[in-house]
């Protein structure tokens, strides 16, 4: 965590001074913003939290609830969520307070007397396996708690607008604001008030039932048939040995994906109420809690649970859906988009993978950082085009991915042949469910794979994972990527050739040729703004840490940033091993040893990979999506 | 982290119920109360975060200050500490705040040419060596913010009543509320005004110059002469390589300590000012910022700082002196004592070892918990003796050490024989400085060493060293230690001989015989409270996670507790590793394998170890200081 930078912070660094728009920011929700966020869920509160970090952009988030969500909904934390949340400053939190999942387990009936259930397999949970952060539950409510203390302590100030709900919106092709958005006040003085607001943009983060989506004309497609579950967040007593952990319990009386919560006590279960028929008309909402309290002792039998309090619970129905588009530009019309869409607004599926919530907050990381550049003049509106165009395969594969599992899990007994199917499944495919598996296809912010070769542990698409390093001004061992936090910047990451810091090298040159005048980095940084305030250098050195002598880095990874110009020396860092890190990112990712430039987005994803001499080719890379000369 | 125990909790789950004299907290510093804490410092502040876990008791704190502290004083926080902040519930946030250090470098004249320092040694910490927890630097400000933080989130609701003097108090022979205190308001309405208040206790947590000590006439023994430093935090840039790496620097010019401070920018320097003579009357307090900044630039020449912002400075004149006695009782006097010295009201020392705040921490820890459990009528009077019993020799520990420290630091460069003498005490003493070393003596709270040898690894009267034991409800590893938050209750841990859960056992018996209505578990928990609401039981079979069938587990360790008689699942751990844990803490801590209770107190020192078979020790040890059939 870096601050003290612009002087002296007496108090909580978590929370940054104001800046721009948020300075002053009117508590009313005014007629005219850059920027507005419909909903408050999981997508729209990580919207809210990142365009914080874009102070000179007008920020709103519309609710239609009143205050802060309470109970219920998702509360599956998949690791990339959790990497997610260490960008937004409060993993360390949410880690401590969450239900970690070590193991999954599984019960199906016994082959003696198949009316009783008997643990079939126990899993190790894949997420320590393949990422640094574990895998978690815990309460939506918590974590949007943390994105919106996150919005608001960010120079943005930005504040969810409760009780108020959207109705509708027109795109005008002209003006300043094109976005014309109908809303309703439903608390405060301004109650019952229907109004009519502008805005640059707009982001429909409402849900499943988006009126935005409905607005923009955009059709959810996918099977008419819903899926139902009895979901119940319940304090118990019982002789269930599992109830601490996740289990997947195949009986003959149904099935159980059982879910241990936050806390020690409470936990979650979701009870199969099978496909609704498409004339059900929500009947099977009508299940009452009496009913899914037996079916699930049905179910768990011979233990029994005793039931002692009932935080929540609902009848919940879901189809797989997937919105035809997740802006409002029609296939084949040039213009840019003005509306967006995000998580279950344009993409529905199953509880049982655990994804809704994550897939969700990744769409908005998606969205977020474009806003934000063109908004602020740094990137042109084509831009925006992106996220429709990387986020909708996603959602596809999402959409398979869960079909497959749903149906696997909803099998009955004898159906099943070999009782360790679902286990192999579950392992097998563990980077899906982990959110890493996403990777995006070549475009204007992803290069194509003609350097992959010099990095091959970084697939270009995919998101960058990180290791550890040793940060060469103290010695600390710390993880590269985790010093980048969800601040809006880009990331070039100079991987140094074999010669050490003075010596003449391919690095040397690089940074020369980087700090030339007309450089990328000069040019498409803002006049008077820091010189990382777009492009965040960094330099590993192949040595140990001992021996890079800072007096002889470039300057270029010591700059000189902020109103007092201090020097910045966490973009210095060693590959070698030292007492406290026990890896050598070369080794670890297969980076070249002649010397690599590695390009990450702000969402953290790998955008291209080049060679230390490619200074031109990386230029013309970042021209594709940066303003020269931005007003800043 | 357990929550949701007494229902549903939607919020921050650090923010507990209000009980007790938390509910409807006066605002106004009442008439009478039963603890007055004076000064918010860390010992102060830590006292009142322990005493927020004792509702039933009405605590105050009264503070001259008009606010939070700002800036200055103390940053070295030692691993102890941060064992202690986890068991306030802070560790992941501050240790995420702080600077954390991994290395010492030690740096001296230049055998070539004396005038220019060089770098003779670098020693990495030693703090991860000898425990799970990092050696922090961060503003004191902080860490009392987050022991505030604590305080105000308790049931107790505690909130500092600052801008509030203490002028003096006496102890009267009689009556509820024997300590008769003025005090006087300066701020707010009734600024100016001088006030008598009564309390059963108070506890002088004032600094230095304690008007308490005064008021209780105890003597602040030890050398007259005090040693003077000038301290400032800065901004600066430099050319000095180890600007970010904690240093001690020998120069013939004078000695610097150097400390890099949070945020990845600030800097403190501590610049040797010498020795003040008795008859100085503090003239060395005259020394400018500007005097100081130029002495540093000519002990760190050839390299130089060039100041952009000073964030604090202060001359800081300490003398190693302790006082003759923690309490108000005389020696020889057999009444208990009323008023208790803590911090640096007792006890102060160079700034050099990095002790001050950490050493008036631990003060408050010892004592916290005694005075809850006398004032809530759950043991005797006498156990406040204990405390200057147990703190004094501690104190004086730390004075010899820093006096050693502190010489061997301020040594002239022609002193030095062996360039390597600093880095060697530094390191081979590092169990001081960390916060280990203190080991209390035998006493009503202290069982002999005579069953020392049924568990080596945890000496009696140290603080128990945690080691991962896995948690068989759920397969997560955890540590041990880290489940015992600061809430003021004991834990037996009763280590299981080697038969499995459900056989018959040492254990199996040990857990019958604790069971009985008549037994020390029974009998010390008030009426209607909790079973494990002063003594927390847990069980550590020898075998892996997997072989422990929890319905054969004794319901001693599954106790149903809280409003809705909810089981406690995470009172049973095993010690075998499993996929995410190393350790065996039988072969860690030399535990004996025919089963071992480790009794341990609140402020998480051991305190007894006993076989299994000794539950009739165990009830007399546990009859020293607990009373039978307490109220509740
Ligand atoms: C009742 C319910 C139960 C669920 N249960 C589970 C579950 O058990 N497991 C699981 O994995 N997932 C569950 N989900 C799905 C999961 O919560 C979502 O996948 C996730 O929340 C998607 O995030 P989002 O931000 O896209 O939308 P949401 O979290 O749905 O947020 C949409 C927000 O928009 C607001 N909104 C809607 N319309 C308007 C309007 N016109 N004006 C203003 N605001 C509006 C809503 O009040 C809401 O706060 C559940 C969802 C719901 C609604
Ligand atoms: C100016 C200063 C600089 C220091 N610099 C360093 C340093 O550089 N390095 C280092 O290691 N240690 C330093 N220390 C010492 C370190 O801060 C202490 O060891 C540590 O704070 C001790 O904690 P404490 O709770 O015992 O007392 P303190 O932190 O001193 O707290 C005492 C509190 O009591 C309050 N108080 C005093 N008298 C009254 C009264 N009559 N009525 C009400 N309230 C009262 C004070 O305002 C203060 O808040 C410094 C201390 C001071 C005062």
């Given at each position: 965590m870096q601050f003290h930078h612009h002087g002296y912070v007496?108090?909580?660094?978590?929370?940054r001074d104001a800046e721009g728009t948020g300075v002053?920011?009117?508590?009313d929700l005014p007629e005219e913003m850059d920027l507005l966020i419909v909903g408050s869920g999981p997508a729209g509160m990580l919207l809210a939290a990142q365009m914080?970090?874009?102070?000179a952009v007008t920020t709103r988030i519309i609710e239609r609830r009143e205050g802060r969500l309470r109970l219920g909904q998702a509360d599956g934390i998949q690791p990339r969520s959790v990497e997610t949340f260490q960008a937004f400053g409060f993993a360390e939190r949410i880690v401590a307070e969450a239900y970690n999942i070590a193991y999954m387990n599984f019960w199906g009936p016994?082959?003696?007397?198949?009316?009783r259930i008997v643990r079939t397999a126990r899993t190790e949970d894949y997420a320590l396996k393949i990422s640094e952060f574990p895998h978690l539950i815990v309460n939506q409510a918590r974590v949007l708690d943390y994105f919106a203390e996150s919005a608001r302590h960010g120079p943005g100030r930005i504040v969810p607008d409760y009780g108020v709900e959207f109705l509708g919106l027109q795109v005008h092709?002209?003006?300043?604001?094109p976005v014309e958005v109908r809303v309703r006040h439903?608390?405060?003085?301004?109650?019952?008030e229907e109004r009519t607001v502008r805005a640059k943009y707009v982001a429909g983060g409402?849900?499943?039932?988006?009126g935005v989506r409905d607005a923009i004309g955009r059709v959810h497609v996918g099977g008419a048939s819903q899926h139902a579950w009895g979901v119940m967040d319940v304090l118990v007593n019982t002789?269930?040995?599992?109830?601490?952990t996740k289990c997947a319990i195949n009986a003959r009386a149904g099935n159980i994906l059982h879910i241990p919560r936050e806390g020690g006590y409470l936990s979650r279960m979701y009870i199969d109420l099978g496909e609704v028929a498409e004339?059900?008309?929500?009947?099977?909402?009508?299940?009452?809690i009496e009913d899914i309290i037996e079916r699930a002792n049905a179910i768990l039998h011979p233990y029994t649970i005793e039931v002692k309090q009932v935080a929540w619970h609902s009848v919940y129905e879901v189809g797989h859906r997937v919105t035809d588009?997740?802006?409002?530009v029609a296939e084949g019309e040039s213009r840019s988009p003005r509306v967006f869409l995000m998580g279950d607004a344009c993409h529905t599926h199953s509880a049982k993978a655990g994804q809704g919530m994550n897939v969700s907050m990744q769409d908005a990381f998606n969205l977020g950082w474009k806003l934000g550049y063109v908004l602020a003049g740094?990137?042109?509106?084509?831009?925006?085009?992106t996220y429709s165009a990387e986020r909708l395969p996603v959602a596809q594969q999402l959409i398979d991915f869960d079909r497959e599992w749903s149906s696997l899990m909803a099998r009955k007994p004898e159906e099943i042949?070999?009782?360790?199917d679902l286990a192999t499944f579950y392992l097998g495919t563990a980077e899906f469910p982990s959110g890493f598996m996403t990777q995006y296809g070549p475009s204007m912010i992803e290069a194509d794979g003609r350097h992959q070769a010099l990095a091959d542990?970084?697939?270009?698409?995919?998101r960058f994972k990180s290791v550890q390093v040793v940060r060469?001004?103290?010695?600390n061992a710390i993880h590269l990527g985790h010093?980048?936090?969800?601040?809006?910047r880009w990331r070039l990451y100079a991987f140094a050739?074999?010669?050490?810091?003075?010596?003449?090298s391919a690095l040397a040159a690089w940074a020369r040729a980087m700090s030339r005048p007309e450089s990328a980095l000069r040019r498409f940084?803002?006049?008077?703004?820091?010189?990382?305030?777009i492009l965040d250098v960094k330099v590993i050195y192949q040595q140990g840490y001992e021996e890079v002598d800072l007096g002889a880095v470039p300057e270029l990874f010591l700059p000189r940033t902020g109103p007092l110009a201090?020097?910045?020396?966490?973009?210095v860092y060693a590959a070698a091993p030292n007492a406290w890190s026990h890896a050598d990112i070369f080794a670890e990712r297969g980076i070249d040893r002649s010397g690599v430039v590695v390009v990450v987005r702000p969402?953290?994803?790998?955008a291209a990979i080049l060679p230390l001499t490619a200074t031109e080719e990386l230029e013309a890379f970042l021209g594709q999506f940066l303003r020269a000369g931005a007003a800043g």
């Open positions: 007496s108090g909580d660094p978590r929370v002053d920011r009117p508590l914080s970090q874009f102070p016994d082959p003696q007397d198949p009316a092709e002209e003006g300043e604001y439903l608390v405060g003085e301004r109650a019952g409402d849900g499943a039932r988006s002789d269930f040995p599992d109830w601490r004339d059900d008309n929500h009947r099977v909402r009508a299940t009452s588009k997740f802006d409002d740094l990137s042109p509106e084509s831009l925006l085009a042949t070999d009782p360790s542990g970084f697939p270009i698409g995919k060469v001004c103290d010695g010093h980048a936090r969800a601040d809006g050739d074999a010669a050490p810091a003075g010596a003449e940084t803002p006049q008077g703004a820091d010189v990382d305030a201090l020097t910045d020396w966490e973009k969402d953290q994803y790998v």
